[in-house]
């Protein structure tokens, strides 16, 4: 088995077993761990024998271990450990009433506790101001409540090692829509939460059509206000142009494509929005690896009989996943294994493409999409009808879109899911999904000031054979993020090896649509946007994912106040540090996360000062000011009393922090609710400590009158900082990914 660097640190970081902080097991231990495991279900389940479920165990280990396939990362960390929980995702519903309500918060903190994420709609619950008949008062409304799941998440996480990840989806007819879009308007609110708004044919039509459309209370379907369609959309496409949030879902789509419709509608995703699910359902995914389905012939192809023979097993595998899992509720239990849903994916079609000279941004990839996609669908579901003969159709099939004259009699009711892959694709060395390369060549920063060249393999192959490679040249490309426009390199290399933002918007929508097409669930995809991006260009972009059939569609401009960002000028020094951000898609070597130096602060500055009484201590004076990029400096008197010192020396850490582009709401986490016993004590003192008070202080600069873009990078690129290791995450499958510790925003 074969792995890089950073595979490994992955591995050992978030996978591999652990005795008082030291790993125990090797990447083939886990691999062997999980392989009998999965293979065990033939004994417990389907009366196999023991030597028929090693035999299989075999052969899924075998299958892992040539990184033809991996699981969903749950199934790698806990199949055969105590945990046993092997599901990434599941959705909740939340129905009109207070006991609905806190009843699924306590099912999705039980969720995330045992590492899952959950996905909720909001679209049942009775609009702010509404009447509520049993206390005679009025309802606070959906976005109350959203709150509150996200501040139990925070709870949640602070009791295990990571927070859980949310989706929080709003039909665009319900009246409290604009207040749901404009939530993610302060960055630092809703954090825990990705959001997507809910669209219908007839909302879609009305944009076209330059109409109104209805808006109706969820509490009795009446209608109680109208808006303008063209409008509504408008603003969430600002809105995704400004933040990257909300991104957009077509529900009559989704539920156009429900294989149990009797059961009820999809009203939700998981977090990253590859896998529409009903309530209590659950996620079961796993990834082909493309980069190896390919002959080595003179001329290189799919190598569709390999391709053929890993779905049949993947397909096996996932079925028997379902079974083997240890399900967080019972309710969660009885639909995965009556609808017995599975989401087999890919990863690594990039250089999949890459290896048969096809760029990216072509109709031959689009082409290609569909061919390979319509092969593993048609596969798959071959792959389960063969399972189905021998173990039954799932339990809910009657009355399902199979349940007719000539239909296939499956074993599972989906069984395909283009899902994100950041963490294991860095495993298996390739890149992410269905996305592009994110860069070619870039420096990594290491020990001191020295640095690292690091060069996409297929690449430096390539450059070696035919002649033009040297590291002079990969130091160029380092620098400037792309091999566009460089005389050095042929022209038919420059075609082929394009980056994310080499590729315009609409390309990465034809991709996503052309797998689409193919794929019973959804696709992860995230479409770059540079820069200077307009809002009309998302527009467009939201627009043809519409015409072109994706059930959804993410967008991230770069730059934008999603993430935590640290702007690049075009030095360089920045340049290098840009193109450290292709890790996940390149053979990268362990990884040492990026230097950070801060910003100069100005020579003016604005902002405000706040006084506290501090116990029996004194007056401590808080100021807080801000640049044109956001919040820059937070400084304190304390006059002749107080612990002068200590505040002035916290004042400095975090204006230090400020000016390096660490997250308000990273800073305000650690500070906010820290205690002392001479504020405690004293009833006139209205914080907790001096620090709570800085902390309530940029609280209230950020969230009072005085308003700003914070951390909006400026430069024509931007880092996202990991917030457990300073790494580089990536903005890819509709997440983002850590190239060096494996962290990911959505699980």
Known sequence: ???????????????????????????????????????????????????????????????????????????????????????????????????????????????????????????????RNDMVQTTGGVASGPLSFLRVYNEATDAVKQGGTRRGANMGIMRVDHPDIMEFIMAKADPTQLTNFNLSVGLTEEFMQAVQDDADYELRNPRDGSVVGYESARGVFETIVEMAWKNGEPGIIFLDRLNRSNPTPLLGEIESTNPCGEQPLLPY??????????????????????????????????????????????????????????????????????????????????????????????????????????????????????????????????????????????????????????EPLFAVSFQRHILDDDRLLEVHPLFERIARTEGFYSEELMSQIAAKGTIQGLDAIPQEVQQVFVVAHDVSPEWHVKIQAAFQRHT????????????????EDVNQVFQLAYSLGCKGVTIYRDGSRQFQVLSTPGSSEAGASVSEAAAASASPVEA???????????????GMTKKYKIGGCGKLYVTVNSDEHGLCEVFTNTGEEGCSSLSDAVSRLISLALRSGVEVSAILDQIKGIRCVACIVD??????????????????????????????????????????????????????????????RCS
């Not at 918060?105 to 009775?126: D, E, P, V």
């Open 1 to 127: 088995m074969e792995l890089t660097a950073n595979a490994l640190t992955v591995l050992e970081r978030r996978y591999l077993k652990k005795e008082n902080g030291q790993v125990i097991e090797t990447p083939e231990d886990m691999l062997r761990r999980v392989a009998n495991n999965i293979a065990k279900v033939e004994v417990t389940h389907y009366g196999k024998s023991e030597q028929q479920a090693e035999e299989l165990a075999q052969q899924f280990y075998e299958m892992m271990t040539r990184l033809e396939f991996l699981p969903n990362s749950p199934t790698l960390m806990n199949a055969g450990r105590e945990l046993q929980q092997l599901a990434a995702c599941f959705v909740l519903p939340i129905e009109d009433s207070m006991e609905s309500i806190f009843e699924t918060l306590k099912n999705a903190a039980m969720i995330h506790k045992s590492g899952g994420g959950t996905g909720f709609s909001f679209s049942r619950l009775r609009p």
């Open 281 to 434: 359902e659950a996620c079961n995914l796993g990834s082909l690896n493309l980069a190896l389905m390919v002959t080595s012939d003179a001329k290189p192809a799919v190598d569709y009989a390999r391709l053929q023979r890993v779905v049949h097993q993947a397909i096996h595998f996932l079925d028997n996943v379902i079974d083997a899992n240890k399900y967080p509720l019972p309710r969660i239990q009885e639909m995965a294994t009556k609808n017995r849903k599975v989401g087999l994916g890919v990863m690594g079609f990039a250089d999949l493409l890459i290896q048969l000279g096809i760029p990216y941004n072509s109709q031959a990839a689009v082409n290609l999409a569909e061919e390979v996609m319509s092969y593993i669908d048609h596969e798959a579901k071959a792959a389960s009808a063969e399972l189905a003969e021998e173990r039954g159709v799932f339990a809910n099939f009657t009355g399902s879109i199979y349940d007719c004259d000539g239909g296939p009699r499956l074993r599972n009711a989906t069984v395909t899911t283009i899902a994100p892959t950041g963490t294991i694709s860095i495993i298996a060395g390739v890149s992410s999904g269905v």
């Open 520 to 535: 019973d669930n959804a696709v992860s995809k995230t479409v770059n946007f540079a820069n200077d991006a307009t809002p």
């Open 592 to 606: 040492t996360p990026p230097k950070v130096r801060p910003r100069m602060r100005p020579d003016e500055t604005t």
């Open 683 to 744: 009833p006139e003192t209205w914080v907790l400590s001096c620090p709570d008070a800085i902390g309530k202080t940029i609280e209230k600069y950020v969230n009072g009158t005085v308003r700003f873009d914070m951390n909006v990078a400026r430069g024509p690129q931007s880092l996202l900082l990991c917030p457990e290791c300073g790494g580089v995450l990536i903005p890819q499958n509709g997440c983002a990914t850590c190239a060096n510790c494996g962290y990911s």
